[in-house]
């Protein structure tokens, strides 16, 4: 069964930083996944694909980076530059990779989310 744990979420004050990480388990073949990270009403935010080539919503664009580590079936989502309109629930989620279309792709599995708050 395909898991996805989210860990790393919390509140911080505008311009702060935080980075969030998300643990795959499971029956998934974790190179044939595109992996991503999405907010509230499903607005993603960053997305990687199965060769390392990422996209980034507008909003996040230089201020958030998104990386996989193979070895580790982790992904993570570092987030510099925090501001208040960024506070939500983010999401890990995965695609099979042929279906992979950016940080809209149709994703199929995806964690229960963590918590992030930025004050300001």
């Known amino acids: 069964q395909v898991q996805l744990r989210e860990s790393g979420g919390g509140s911080v004050q505008a311009g702060g930083s935080l980075r969030l990480s998300c643990k795959l388990s499971g029956g998934l073949t974790y190179t044939t996944y595109s992996l991503g990270w999405y907010r509230k009403n499903r607005e993603g935010v960053a997305a990687i694909d199965t060769d390392g080539s990422t996209t980034y919503a507008d909003s996040v664009k230089g201020r958030f980076t998104i990386s996989k580590d193979n070895a580790q079936h982790t992904l993570t989502l570092e987030m510099n530059n925090l501001k208040p309109e960024d506070t939500a629930i983010y999401y890990c989620?995965?695609?099979?990779?042929?279906?992979?279309?950016?940080?809209?792709?149709?994703?199929?599995?995806w964690g229960r989310g963590t918590q992030v708050t930025v004050s300001s």
């Open positions: 989620a995965a695609v099979d990779g042929r279906y992979y279309s950016g940080v809209d792709s149709p994703w199929n599995f």
